[in-house]
T-cell receptor, first 113, second 114 residues
Framework: NAGVTQTPKFQVLKTGQSMTLQCAQD?????MYWYRQDPGMGLRLIYY???????DKGEVPNGYNVSRLNKREFSLRLESAAPSQTSVYFC????????????FGPGTRLLVL | SQKIEQNSEALNIQEGKTATLTCNYT??????LQWYRQDPGRGPVFLLL?????KEKRKERLKVTFDTTLKQSLFHITASQPADSATYLC?????????????FGKGTKLSVKP
């Protein structure tokens, strides 16, 4: 089992470019999450999906969109990248209530110039 | 405003000693609290979960306490080893158990010196 996988591992974008970060899980979990992690700010929730077909905003959703393509896949899209979106992005999954442990992917490092 | 704070950014201890990390929160009534470990360049890894009706939880050399009156959790690593060096994150559920959303502290970087 691969657990939670993220692609790409590292990406450099120019301001205004778009890209999609991919996340896939093989644990049959219901809930999936996207976080960003910045120095001194900790992990902040961007969007989450409590189940297939649903998505909701987290703490810092501006500038991002998400798609829960199926139970396995949850993608994060930057339509017009900005330098403020330079960060490390983590995807996480959890089985859903009552088990709320989250399982994280290895992260995507994004640099926006 | 709602806050979760880990009391120190960095903690340096000698091998064999007990490391104690603190997590404080305000304006939440969490149903549970979790601790994660994060190594450089990697995603966080779950360590322990403690529920609001539990005072203490143990797993091997790890111990977590949860005081809902003080709004505080303590995370202890006994007989610490250099391999325990990492950043430790605490996380609270923000909906009192009805959903799985967590809010994370900024973490404490633990360094265990041989």
């Amino acid at each position: 089992n691969a657990g939670v996988t993220q692609t790409p591992k590292f990406q450099v974008l120019k301001t205004g470019q778009s890209m999609t970060l991919q996340c896939a899980q093989d644990m049959n979990h219901n809930s999936m999450y996207w976080y960003r992690q910045d120095p001194g700010m900790g992990l902040r929730l961007i969007y989450y999906s409590a189940s297939e077909g649903t998505t909701d905003k987290g703490e810092v959703p501006n500038g991002y969109n998400v798609s829960r393509l199926n139970k396995r896949e949850f993608s994060l899209r930057l339509e017009s990248a900005a330098p403020s979106q330079t960060s490390v992005y983590f995807c996480a999954t959890s089985p859903g209530p009552p088990t709320e442990t989250q399982y994280f992917g290895p992260g995507t490092r994004l640099l926006v110039l | 405003s709602q806050k979760i704070e880990q009391n120190s950014e960095a903690l340096n201890i000698q091998e064999g000693k007990t490391a104690t990390l603190t997590c404080n929160y305000t304006n939440y009534s969490p149903a549970y609290l979790q601790w994660y470990r994060q190594d450089p360049g990697r995603g966080p890894v779950f360590l322990l979960l403690i529920r609001e009706n539990e005072k203490e939880k143990r797993k091997e050399r790890l111990k977590v306490t949860f005081d809902t009156t003080l709004k505080q959790s303590l995370f202890h690593i006994t007989a610490s080893q250099p391999a325990d060096s990492a950043t430790y994150l605490c996380a609270l559920d923000i909906y009192g158990g009805s959903q799985g959303n967590l809010i994370f502290g900024k973490g404490t970087k633990l360094s265990v010196k041989p």
